[in-house]
């Protein structure tokens, strides 16, 4: 290591090359720069470093231990311009605290001791792993933005990777960012995910058609009909509405949030993954109550259930150190009590009768391998317990409790079965699938990043988002429902426990037209996550997410208005 890149340097680099979207790119340039620190003091296994959070520093950073060498002179000035440094040793952060940060050793080459400079992301030996065959552009941009970092050559690190992303292999790597069709993960020397980000879009696919005016009775405008598929289910079609409106503030970050018509109000609970609020949106968005559930550490979902007339309960569902945790809550009188005992199962409610009451609660287990497990039960209350039983119903193998909706779409008084998994939205009827939707369905801040054995020294890293469920709405009052669902730019669209990197979101509409399902979008594009929806007499209500930075600027969440009538 001769000399250390200063960060405007890499702001200049970042702005010339243009090989790579922004998004993803500038994000992981921004959480990668190099910060100089020093080793405070060697306690028992840890370090003691003089950095915090001020310092933008997050949990699992990874710092070169410096040893000074020889220093590098002018030799017509005399002036040092550098020194040929070497390496002690790569430490992890493990905890951080005000005014200093715990760490580890991950690696030692030397004796590390108090007083050695540390540098974040700096000269450390970095290896791009590209699962995708698509990256190698990100690839230069990125090595030309992080020029602090000593980068494998590209074809050599590809020839190096093993088969499936699961382990270091033979590398001797201190840095690793690897590149799937699930995104890009930042790992360290032991093959531990450090900061997680989406695919950029450009590596996507995107869909785009031509538009046509629809008639002046309908609220949409159509796309001109593409040439049926052999399959009756694909011709495409939009609408576009008028400009939203804010209706209010919610005080804080909400990563999720559901919509309920409840004693003639309707109610919105949102959550931060930590404290749930409630609120009435009305003509203006007023507080109503605000809790914090015992032992949820990072709360995922949540959905109202109805089971019977007069009867209102929010079903909660989190992540729990290594596994799922779920709640159901009784709400009455502005408060909220729990009911029955922590279940581990993702829960999501439905009105499967179409009678606008949401009266069917489902669990779905856990999987260690693709999160959503096979084993789907019905919850009904008895004596204020929960039981469980198996539903009278078929529903798909892929099927997810989150993001999911059982509506009457085609008009045949049975409801099709709709879910939105890894960016595709699909509708069933039973197990047969009726329509996939292209790419770019879905999006939202509300996720995890999970290991297939926590405690096994190599495993399987995934990614998981909770998607907010699409809503069924008769928008044109032709007497057929159409479906209208959360859509960005990209197919998994957060990062979990990072801010999450979407470049516009929108809305979604499927509609069952001349016996095909086809689609569209409805609205304006918006720079924010979606995190809640609902249709509300003749407006679409929306919660709108602006992520925090790593920098200390604060999000924020509003709730949005679009008029359906003048």
């Known amino acids: 290591m001769i000399s250390k890149v200063s960060i405007w340097l890499a702001a200049l680099l970042l702005m010339a090359v243009g090989t790579a979207p922004a998004g993803t790119l500038e994000d992981m340039v921004e959480d990668l720069q190099p910060v100089p620190g020093y080793v405070v003091l060697p306690v028992q296994n840890e370090y003691l470093i003089d950095l915090d959070a001020t310092s ?310 856990f999987d260690r391998e693709s999160f959503w497990g096979t084993v789907i039960r019905e919850l009904q209350l008895s004596n204020d317990e929960l039981e469980t039983r198996d539903p009278d119903f078929e529903l798909p193998r892929r099927f997810t409790v989150g993001g999911s909706l059982m509506a009457d779409l085609d008009g045949d008084r049975d409801p099709e079965t709709v879910f939105v998994r890894n960016g595709l939205l699909y509708v069933y009827s039973g197990d047969k699938q009726r329509y996939k939707s292209p790419k770019m369905m879905g999006g939202s801040i509300s996720g995890i990043i999970f290991e297939e054995q926590p405690n096994a020294r190599e495993t399987e890293t995934h990614t998981v988002a909770f998607e907010v469920p699409p809503i069924a709405v008769d928008l044109d009052h032709d007497g057929t429902k159409e479906l209208v669902s959360v859509a960005s730019e990209s197919s998994f669209m957060s990062a979990p426990g990072i801010t999450a990197n979407i470049g516009k979101s929108w809305l979604a509409v499927v509609k069952f037209r001349d016996g095909m399902f086809v689609k569209g979008s409805l609205g304006e594009e918006l720079d924010v996550p979606l995190q809640g929806l609902t249709l509300d007499r003749k407006r679409v209500l929306m919660v709108a997410t602006q992520p925090g930075s790593i920098f200390g600027k604060d999000g924020g969440s509003q709730l949005l208005v679009f008029p359906l009538a003048k």
Do not use: C
């Open 56 to 365: 933008g520093l997050a949990v699992g950073d990874l710092f070169n231990v410096v040893q000074p060498g020889e220093k590098i002179t002018h030799p017509v000035s005399g002036k040092v311009i550098g020194t040929l440094d070497t390496s002690k040793g790569v430490l992890q952060v493990t905890q951080i605290k005000e005014g200093f940060s715990h760490s580890r050793a991950v690696s030692s080459r030397a004796a590390i001791k108090r007083g050695d400079a540390i540098r974040r992301y700096d000269g450390l030996n970095a290896s791009f792993w590209d699962y995708t065959g698509k990256a190698e552009g990100f690839y230069s941009s990125l090595k030309a933005s992080l020029p602090a970092l000593d980068w494998q050559d590209y074809a050599a690190a590809q020839s190096e990777k093993p088969a499936r992303p699961t382990t270091a292999g033979k590398s001797s790597a201190d840095l690793f960012i690897v590149a799937t069709r699930d995104g890009i993960t930042v790992r360290g020397p032991e093959f531990k995910v450090v900061r997680a980000y989406p695919l950029p879009a450009a590596l996507m696919p995107s869909v785009s058609a031509p538009l046509q005016k629809a008639a002046p009775s309908t609220p949409y405008r159509l796309e001109a009909p593409a040439k049926p598929a052999a399959s009756p289910y694909g011709v495409k079609y939009d609408l576009s509405m008028p400009g939203f409106q804010t209706l209010g503030a919610l005080g804080f970050t909400a990563v999720m949030g559901d919509f309920v018509r409840y004693r003639n109000d309707q109610l919105l609970a949102a959550t931060d993954g930590t404290v749930i609020k409630l609120f009435k949106a009305g003509d203006k968005m007023v507080p109503v109550a605000e809790f914090q559930p015992e032992t949820m550490p990072q709360i995922l979902a949540l959905h109202w259930w109805q089971p019977a007339d007069g009867e209102l309960y929010l079903a909660v569902s989190a992540w729990k150190e290594t596994r799922l945790a779920s709640t159901v809550y009784r709400y009455e009188n502005k408060t909220f009590k729990r009911v029955g005992t922590l279940l581990p199962y993702s829960l999501g409610s439905f009105d499967r009768d179409g009678d606008g009451r949401r009266e069917l609660l489902l669990a779905q287990t």
